[in-house]
């Protein structure tokens, strides 16, 4: 095994992260488990085997509030006697699935808040002692909706495609000063990240009168067709593993496999054939919203009517 590290993860509590936590204390690292679910934290603590080499430790932190960012900053510090951490693996996040023209700015809002100004904000907390160091390594979990955009999940890949740039950003900046950069792109992940998306959207499936309802009234069917390409969170568990742990990463870590050779195969293809790729395989075609060859849109007869 490599040196033993002390690893800091956001959004510990379940899914990827929580995964992730207990896959490295498993390796005997040092690892900082993290989230806003004390109940959830403990459940992690009790799932440890408690004969593993590495040390699991928790703590509540919400990364949209700066005292408790500084509570963090401090409580790693008083761990590690001054020396801070070893690596960062900023994980929170979450979406809302819902047609973009409709999701409302304090949802929007929300999104960025934890997914974008929550990472950065992070990153500032703990990035200065390991750039006085000469050492250290950021780990981000983006998305593969970070390089391809679905429907009905814009504005939730448009914060995954600023940590992208963000992350590109940084590793370059940071170079000189011995602080690695690698980005994390998952695709479709057996968590409750789906179910969390649906159910934050569903306020905007309820309204009926929707422009969108012929396409939000099959979302069930949109999300078991998801769940059937889905793999289990350990898949990432490693990729952040071995991002967390390599002394030279690599810059992007897609997981699985399959889910990038999907990527890349869209993206070769002129953007019309992967936008009607996409358009069909999600609904939004024109029969499904009854406006079919020689039909006319309700906002084309409302103007002829008036």
């Known amino acids: 095994m490599s040196k033993a590290r002390v690893i800091l993860?956001?959004?510990?509590?379940?899914?990827?992260?929580?995964a992730t936590a207990l896959h490295l204390a498993r390796l005997g690292h040092h690892v900082i488990a993290t989230g806003r679910n004390e109940k959830a934290l403990a459940e992690v603590r009790e799932e440890l085997a408690k004969d593993?080499?590495?040390?699991?430790?928790?703590?509540?932190?919400?990364?949209?509030?700066?005292?408790?960012?500084a509570d963090a900053v401090a409580f790693v510090d008083a761990q590690t006697d001054g020396h801070g951490l070893d690596v960062l693996v900023n994980n929170a996040g979450y979406g809302t699935a819902g047609p973009t023209e409709l999701i409302t700015d304090a949802d929007m809002r929300a999104q960025y808040e934890t997914n974008?100004?929550?990472?950065?904000?992070?990153?500032?907390a703990f990035l200065p002692k390991m750039r006085a160091r000469g050492a250290g390594?950021?780990?981000?979990v983006s998305s593969l909706g970070g390089r391809l955009t679905l429907p009905l999940m814009g504005v939730y890949n448009s914060t995954k495609y600023a940590v992208e740039s963000l992350s590109d950003a940084l590793r370059v900046e940071l170079r000189p000063f011995g602080v690695q950069v690698s980005l994390i792109e998952p695709g479709v992940i057996a968590t409750n990240f789906t179910d969390r998306s649906m159910s934050e959207g569903d306020k905007y499936r309820r309204d009926s009168s929707s422009p969108y309802a012929p396409v939000l009234a099959r979302a069930d069917e949109l999300r078991a067709l998801s769940d059937r390409t889905a793999v289990d969170a350990s898949v990432i568990a490693k990729a952040i593993a071995k991002a967390a742990t390599s002394r030279r990463p690599r810059p992007r870590y897609v997981a699985p496999f399959s889910a990038g050779l999907m990527i890349g195969f869209l993206r070769m293809l002129p953007t019309r054939w992967s936008d009607a790729i996409l358009a069909l395989a999600t609904g939004f075609t024109k029969k499904r919203f009854g406006l079919g060859l020689g039909a006319k849109s309700p906002t084309k007869t409302a103007q002829l009517v008036a």
């Open 9 to 18: 993860i956001t959004g510990a509590t379940a899914g990827i992260g929580r």
């Open 116 to 124: 974008v100004f929550g990472l950065m904000a992070m990153v500032r």
């Open 52 to 69: 593993a080499p590495g040390i699991l430790e928790t703590l509540r932190l919400d990364v949209t509030d700066a005292a408790s960012i």
């Open 137 to 140: 390594t950021l780990v981000n």
